[in-house]
């Protein structure tokens, strides 16, 4: 090996290509790409991030935080905090169970169960919310039986959480599938060979190989039920400090010409989407270094 | 497959498949089926009628139209940025890569109120193209601009882990052998990159097609002109006219489950070339 390849591996990412005149481009086209991609990134995702910060505050600090303590604001606001509250821990169950069943198991019809449990991803949030008041509303399947007893899902709090459950339904399954299967069974074989009950092996050997995916997924899952829209404006019924989540009131008060207002509420669901972004940018890192040390070894 | 897989050594077989299989039935197959039922109660002519009426097929064409547009758009520029963020090191870069994700993190809702503050005449881009009479916000063109945004992480994001698991040595044999850096980008690494772009591009699309809520506030929402399909499930649901919406539904659905087994075989096709997924 030449002096320049042993270099070369002690680089890592960009820095590897252009050490390398084989793979390194002219200085024109390095400035031509990242002046065009940069451009994009800015005029299409930065700049929209800023302006939700600089229309919240546009009418002063005062207005800003008024807002954000309006009744309607905090009933919004925890309302959000309830769905995601709900939604998540039993997506969390499912991608477990879904994972376990998946990756330790064969059985026919695998490949159709993990393309089913996609599915959510590709339906429109629009048709994420019909599907439950066809099922719920008035005139659906269950929902006479649920007026007679007084029960409301449609256009009550049931059938929000119902809408957020489904729209983040993958999130954490999808992450632990694949990772389960890499892993695959050997080390909770091990653990029950040596007598280890079936859940100490998956609190003791299967979860911590597990924690970063999981809490990655938990992340992202999150994320989608505090913020998402359609699906949730489908079977809410907007009614003010009942029904609305803070993407709901975010929509009324920008309906209602209260810009200042609704921006005040959007920025903190932008600032919900930084610390995700932030977090899930830690997990990553975290995850990369295991790896690292797992080929160290 | 190894003989022990007939022999389950580990516990829990039947309660994860039992539990997965009933969760999924309930939240998903179950209420997704009644839209198929729900429309079967309809005859052929009043489903046809409902899905093909003037101002639902101008919907579908700017909702496909707009969407495939975006995505284009994504895969040239996203992979323009995917490039840049693996093969150039320049200040900010790992900010920048953190951003990308954004449009999975921030609320749609967020995105739509935000694009239309930029994008309106009185906004920091909607004023530069005022004078020359190019209206963004309010327009089939706000559409595209929203579709643009949330599609944005889909095609770098399938892309950059090719671009970076690519080993130095196949530009090296292609500049040992003369090709200058066009030739071995074309020759070399789009072939490589191909089944990942193509990927990010139908996710793109697939996403872009559903979307409601960042298009609604920046479409203004013109009958026949800027009106997204989604939009005619909501109008029609909030007349109760169920089985129109219903029917809409159904199209929309089709064409979704349509668009994840494209996704799966490229991603087959994907994982076919490198052993991995994206």
Request: aromatic share 12%; net charge neutral; glycine share 8%.
């Amino acid at each position: 090996m030449t002096a320049a390849a042993t270099f070369d591996a002690r680089l890592h990412g960009a820095g590897k290509f252009e050490a390398n005149p084989a793979t390194r481009d002219a200085g024109w086209v390095k400035l031509v790409v990242l002046g065009l991609g940069l451009t994009y990134f800015v005029i299409f995702l930065l700049l929209p991030l800023i302006a939700v910060f600089v229309e919240a505050f546009r009418k002063g600090a005062d207005t800003y935080f008024s807002a954000l303590i309006e009744p309607d604001a905090l009933s919004a606001v925890k309302l959000t905090l309830l769905a995601a509250a709900i939604a998540v821990p039993l997506n969390l169950v499912f991608g477990l169970a879904a994972a376990w069943a998946i990756a330790k198991f064969e059985f026919r019809g695998k490949n159709l169960l993990i393309t089913l449990i996609d599915l959510p991803f590709s339906v429109s949030p629009v048709v994420a919310g019909l599907i439950y008041v066809l099922v719920f509303g008035r005139q659906g399947w269950f929902g006479p039986w649920f007026i007679d007893h007084d029960i409301k899902i449609i256009f009550a709090v049931p059938a929000i959480v119902l809408a957020t459950i489904f729209v983040t339904f993958p999130f954490i399954a999808r992450e632990l599938i694949p990772l389960m299967q890499a892993q695959g069974k050997d080390e909770e074989e091990a653990a029950i060979s040596l007598g280890a009950s079936g859940l100490q092996t998956f609190l003791r050997v299967t979860i911590p190989n597990i924690k970063w995916a999981l809490l990655y997924g938990v992340i992202l899952c999150n994320a989608r039920a505090m913020g998402e829209f359609g699906a949730v404006s489908v079977v809410s019924g907007h009614i003010r400090g009942e029904t609305n989540t803070m993407p709901l009131y975010v929509e009324i008060l920008y309906n209602e010409y209260q810009f200042a207002a609704a921006f005040a509420v959007a920025s903190l669901l932008a600032l919900l989407a930084l610390v995700t972004l932030a977090l899930k940018t830690y997990v990553e890192w975290r995850a990369s270094k295991l790896v690292v040390e797992g080929q160290g070894q | 497959m190894s003989a022990s897989v007939n022999k389950r050594v580990l516990p829990g077989f039947g309660l994860s498949l039992g539990f997965t299989l009933v969760y999924l039935s309930l939240i998903v197959l179950i209420p997704l089926s009644a839209v198929f039922l729900k429309s079967s109660t309809m005859t052929w002519n009043e489903f046809w009628t409902a899905v093909t009426a003037p101002r639902v097929v101008a919907s579908y064409r700017l909702t496909f139209g707009a969407a495939f547009l975006a995505a284009c758009i994504n895969a040239v520029f996203g992979l323009l940025l995917a490039w840049g963020l693996t093969r150039y090191t320049f200040p900010g870069r790992k900010l920048v890569d953190a951003l990308i994700d954004l449009p999975f993190a921030l609320p749609t809702a967020v995105a739509g109120i935000a694009l239309t503050a930029i994008y309106a005449k009185n906004g920091w881009i909607g004023s530069l193209l005022d004078p020359f009479g190019i209206k963004i916000a309010f327009g089939p063109a706000g559409v595209l601009v929203a579709l643009v945004f949330i599609g944005l992480p889909f095609v770098v994001r399938t892309v950059q882990p090719i671009l970076e698991d690519l080993e130095t040595e196949f530009e090296e044999a292609a500049a040992s052998l003369g090709a200058n850096r066009w030739t071995a980008f074309i020759r070399v690494v789009f072939p490589t990159v191909l089944p990942a772009l193509m990927t990010g591009f139908a996710l793109a699309f697939a996403r872009a097609v559903g979307e409601y809520g960042s298009v609604i506030f920046i479409a203004g929402n013109i009958p026949m002109v800027s009106e997204i399909t989604p939009l005619i499930i909501i109008t029609k649901l909030e007349q109760f006219d169920y089985r129109g919406a219903t029917a809409i539904a159904a199209v929309m659905l089709i064409i979704s489950f349509i668009m994840l087994l494209i996704v799966n075989a490229l991603q087959a096709w994907n994982a076919r070339r490198f052993g991995r997924t994206v």
